[in-house]
T-cell receptor
Framework: DTGVSQDPRHKITKRGQNVTFRCDPI?????LYWYRQTLGQGPEFLTY????????KSRLLSDRFSAERPKGSFSTLEIQRTEQGDSAMYLC??????????????FGDGTRLSIL | SQKIEQNSEALNIQEGKTATLTCNYT??????LQWYRQDPGRGPVFLLL?????KEKRKERLKVTFDTTLKQSLFHITASQPADSATYLC??????????FGTGTRLTVIP
């Protein structure tokens, strides 16, 4: 399977702990996105990379959140000092830029984070 | 601020009928619109993309329309099947290549 993969699928942690999630995009895709989704809502954009450059960050991405894509391949999303409100599904997506206005995004199945 | 509304949280229809889902948006003029399907515990799966200069797009039993005057997109599934039961998400370009999603409509096709 050459889709987007995310690890871990589930993460349970205590409030105040740090967590890190990993995303492996489709190999030929140069764009990588992170979204957050809570129950009953659609995904909300957090940040995106083109190759290794982080080009946009949502205001939802507080100082406790950091994302990296060091070699333009996989990406990590870290949340420091987790809070109850961080409980959500964290989705990663990738796409390939072309000359045509925007291409579909391909999503992984997410990491479900539960804060105790 | 930008707002997307999908017609209802949940829609139940009989197998074989056509399901019609609505996506309305305000304070926005997107260059394109996308529809995704999401099953419980899974990530969204891309279905169709329609650009502002296209009125209609079809893919097998799926049809999408895009009316930039009404600021509305309609998503149709013809000859619906129980396997079509899922949440369907409408998404607009959020600027700089990210997507701005609606809250989704949960479709249930009753056998």
């Amino acid at each position: 399977d050459t889709g987007v993969s995310q690890d871990p699928r589930h993460k349970i942690t205590k409030r105040g702990q740090n967590v890190t999630f990993r995303c492996d995009p489709i190999s030929e895709h140069n764009r990588l996105y992170w979204y957050r989704q809570t129950l009953g809502q659609g995904p909300e954009f957090l940040t995106y990379f083109q190759n290794e450059a982080q080009l946009e960050k949502s205001r939802l991405l507080s100082d406790r959140f950091s994302a990296e894509r060091p070699k333009g391949s996989f990406s990590t999303l870290e949340i420091q000092r987790t809070e109850q409100g961080d409980s959500a599904m964290y989705l990663c997506a990738s796409s390939q830029t072309t000359g045509v206005a925007n291409q579909p995004q391909h999503f992984g199945d997410g990491t479900r984070l539960s804060i105790l | 601020s930008q707002k997307i509304e999908q017609n209802s949280e949940a829609l139940n229809i009989q197998e074989g009928k056509t399901a019609t889902l609505t996506c309305n948006y305000t304070n926005y003029s997107p260059a394109y619109l996308q529809w995704y399907r999401q099953d419980p515990g899974r990530g969204p799966v891309f279905l169709l993309l329609i650009r502002e200069n296209e009125k209609e797009k079809r893919k097998e039993r799926l049809k999408v329309t895009f009316d930039t005057t009404l600021k509305q997109s309609l998503f149709h599934i013809t000859a619906s099947q129980p396997a079509d039961s899922a949440t369907y998400l409408c998404a607009l370009e959020g600027g700089a290549n990210n997507l701005f999603f609606g809250t989704g409509t949960r479709l249930t096709v009753i056998p």
